[in-house]
């Protein structure tokens, strides 16, 4: 499984960004791809994931703030981020899980950040 992650960015509080991550783990059929996060000095956090069917889920900390979607064709992942505060800041990374197991495919990661 291939993933390429793009988008990040430096944006000023408040404001927004879109990540997406072109990937190949549709071919599985069934899978779980999403988006976790890393800020210096502190813990990975799982940020969304998505799955074939379309169910999402998002961490209580961006509830309501961020989305995820997909194209048609399934084959790129976006992650639509509004009012981005400072807490928001990390390395995203793109993460497939093939069959929705527990074989993990990550990607390169983008950088986030937003000055405070």
């Known amino acids: 499984v291939q993933l390429v992650e793009s988008g990040g960015g430096s944006v000023q509080s408040g404001g927004s960004l879109r990540l997406a991550c072109a990937n190949s783990v549709f071919r599985y059929g069934r899978y779980c791809i999403g988006w976790f996060r890393q800020a210096p000095g502190k813990e990975r956090e799982g940020v969304a994931t998505?799955?074939?069917?379309?169910?999402?889920t998002y961490a209580d900390s961006v509830k309501g703030r961020f989305t995820l979607s997909q194209d048609n064709a399934e084959s790129t992942l976006y992650l639509q981020m509004n009012n981005l505060r400072p807490r928001d800041t990390a390395m995203y990374y793109c993460v497939a899980y093939p069959g929705c197991g527990t074989t993990q495919y990550w990607g390169q990661g983008t950088q986030v950040t937003v000055p405070s």
């Open positions: 998505i799955d074939n069917t379309g169910r999402t």
